[in-house]
């Protein structure tokens, strides 16, 4: 094998940290928050009395609700998607040195093979904005 084509440890290392925490997906349209029907813990504070008899209390919580900008879409326009000239809309980039071979999300598109839309400003792509929910939550008897 020829001494240009040898990958030192730190080689491997880089490949290795360029890659996302699963192979084939895309890091860039990740949601931070609670899945979606996941459970909501909160604390509240109740008296002996509003425990025995029951009550309705207002609860307030953060929460992650579809982005009003983009419809949840992540882009601010509605243009037509064009194939990523990069990775010719495959949205992976393959690295060769010898028999061996890394893919990676494309790091044009992010994965995705589409290029030609802008990302939302109010939710910077993701889709999603953090919110404040407020409700009602009855406390019966």
């Not at 020829?2 to 290392?13: K, L, P, T, V």
């Not at 940290?17 to 349209?29: A, R």
């Not at 604390?43 to 982005?67: D, H, P, Q, W």
């Not at 028999?99 to 400003?121: A, I, K, L, P, Y």
């Amino acid at each position: 094998m020829a001494g240009d084509q040898r990958m030192s440890m730190s080689d491997f290392e880089k490949l290795f940290n360029q890659m996302g925490d699963k192979p084939g997906t895309s890091t860039t349209k990740k949601t931070q928050g609670p899945e979606p029907g996941a459970d909501i813990h909160f604390k509240l504070k109740l008296s002996f009395l509003e425990a025995v008899n029951g009550v309705s209390k207002e609860i307030s919580y953060n929460t992650m609700r579809k982005c009003v900008g983009c419809s949840g879409s992540g882009s601010k326009d509605s243009g037509e998607k064009g194939k990523c000239p990069h990775c010719n809309g495959r949205g992976k980039k393959v690295m060769s040195t010898g028999f061996f071979h890394m893919q990676q999300d494309c790091q044009h598109c992010g994965g995705t093979g589409e290029t030609g839309r802008s990302t939302c400003g109010q939710c910077s792509g993701k889709g999603v904005t953090k919110d404040r929910a407020v409700q009602m939550l009855p406390v019966p008897k």
